[in-house]
């Protein structure tokens, strides 16, 4: 592919097939994106690769009634209110969604986010616990744009989400190699439902002038 079509052309998947991705193409994929910066070369960041049973258990804990009570918050606290120009953002990007429908069909009682949209496997990028600083999450969302691109490249699907990591204790049970990680980020992976309209609407951008500002 060329590179102006990874980038232009991966977008946040929220419906997926049920296909399961071959270990070896998940390999490559995080055998790319290792080739990240990061802030002095530390790369502290590490991917617990969730597939298969872990994955049918994660989602079953996840969709239990008294989930959300059982939570211990987020280990990373999450943006609430934003001024009104980027609230409206969110607000635009919520309707655009909602008109194209739900991401993966939800048992009765659940919402498709606690599905991860139906995708057969789960990344969830996480680092020692207490070395976290600003730049150590910085560094961590450029390894995660390399997963997608990297594997958008190969025809997969990807939706970063920091929905997937609001109870990481749940995770910490589930993982026990990850007793001692703080979760930033998950990124669901898949094969896409081209078809569903939840992958097709349109995702404006700001337009440039207000990105860029030229000096000299
Ligand atoms: C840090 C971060 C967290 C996100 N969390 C979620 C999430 O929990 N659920 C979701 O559906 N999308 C999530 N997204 C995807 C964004 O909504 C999406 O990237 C944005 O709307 C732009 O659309 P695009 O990815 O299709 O270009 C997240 C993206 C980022 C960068």
């Known amino acids: 592919m060329e590179f102006e079509d990874v980038i232009r ?7 997926f097939k049920p296909e399961p991705v ?24 590490s991917v617990y690769v969730v597939t298969g049973e872990t994955l049918k258990r994660l989602r079953s ?16 606290r999450m943006p609430r209110e934003w001024p009104p120009h980027l609230a409206a953002r969110t607000k635009q990007l919520f309707d655009l969604r909602s008109a194209a429908g739900p991401g993966s069909t939800p048992a009765p009682g659940t919402t498709s986010l606690t599905d991860f949209y139906g995708a057969p ?11 976290a600083s600003d730049y150590v999450l910085f560094d961590s969302g450029l390894i995660v744009q390399s997963v997608c691109l990297a594997a958008h490249d190969k025809g997969l699907g990807t939706c970063i989400m920091a929905m997937a990591v609001r109870d990481p204790d749940r995770l910490r049970e589930l993982l026990p190699q990850a007793a001692e990680k703080q979760f930033i980020i998950g990124v669901a992976l ?14 404006p951008r700001a337009p ?9």
């Open 190 to 203: 898949g094969y896409p439902d081209q078809e569903a309209p939840v992958n097709r609407f349109e995702r």
């Open 121 to 131: 496997c789960v990344l969830f990028f996480a680092v020692e616990r207490g070395l």
């Open 61 to 76: 804990v996840s969709k239990a009634p008294n989930a959300s009570e059982a939570s211990g918050g987020p280990d990373f």
């Open 9 to 15: 052309g991966r977008r946040s998947i929220r419906r």
């Open 22 to 45: 071959p270990q070896g193409l998940i390999q490559e994929i995080l055998d790319e994106a290792r080739w990240s910066p990061s802030w002095a070369n530390t790369q502290a960041w």
């Open 208 to 216: 440039f002038e207000e990105l860029v500002i030229w000096a000299g």
